[in-house]
């Protein structure tokens, strides 16, 4: 089993769609939650940070259940701009960083 | 004022060869990273150094030697090149704690013909 799945894709959607994609993690005692943006041969960037609370950053909501190992990312009234690949992104904790990466869900938002 | 580079962004080479990348930070970061993106976009961390100290050491053929002169640089050395190290590279750095941010190189694409 991957340490973190994600479904590859491709979503198609058109503009203006809310989108959601899911992740889960194998290691209960992951520590941090990220999601990563990487554009078609660039490099990975975060786009947010997960916590259990939930955060929101305009139209990016990310949420974190716990006892699901689960980890969401919610893309509402999508632009052609956040065409992109997403990548699902875990900390296994320590003082290493060391992060565990999603194979990735690829977005195409079509006008 | 790029924050984390990396020479060269292509590298076409023949089997058997030795090459090296490059990797420099800006930042003032105290760790770097180096992994390595497969065909499959699998990203897969290969090293970590924390102020010139190897701290992760994946499981990657010995022929892969990271080395780190100070803390603001990270070098990968490949000997012997092969078909399946073709594959991007990505140098990473972060400050410090588990919730920090990795920030990335550009990425260097390595061809093995």
């Known amino acids: 089993r991957k340490e973190v799945e994600q479904d590859p894709g491709p979503f198609n959607v058109p503009e203006g769609a809310t989108v959601a994609f899911n992740c889960t993690y194998s290691?209960?005692?992951?520590?941090?939650f990220f999601w990563y943006r990487q554009d078609c041969r660039k490099e990975p960037k975060l786009l947010m940070s997960v916590y259990s609370s939930g955060n929101e950053d305009g139209r990016f909501t990310a949420q974190l259940n716990r006892a699901s190992q689960y980890i969401s990312l919610l893309i509402r009234d999508s632009k052609l701009s956040d065409s992109a690949t997403y990548l699902c992104?875990?900390?296994?904790?320590?003082?290493?960083?060391?992060?565990?990466f999603g194979q990735g869900t690829t977005l195409q938002v079509k006008p | 004022d790029t924050a984390v580079s990396q020479t060269p962004k292509y590298l076409v080479t023949q089997m058997g060869n030795d090459k090296s990348i490059k990797c420099e930070q800006n930042?003032?970061?105290?760790?770097m990273y180096w992994y390595k993106q497969d065909s499959k976009k699998f990203l897969k961390i290969m090293f970590s150094y924390n102020n010139k100290e190897l701290i992760i050491n994946e499981t990657v053929p010995n022929r892969f030697s990271p080395k780190s002169p100070d803390k603001a640089h990270l070098n990968l050395h490949i000997n012997s090149l092969e078909l399946g190290d073709s594959a991007v590279y990505f140098c990473a750095s972060r400050t410090g704690g588990a919730g920090e941010t990795q920030y990335f190189g550009p990425g260097t694409r390595l061809l093995v013909l």
């Open positions: 930042l003032g970061h105290d760790t």
């Open positions: 290691n209960s005692a992951s520590q941090s």
């Open positions: 992104v875990v900390n296994m904790g320590g003082n290493t960083g060391k992060l565990i």
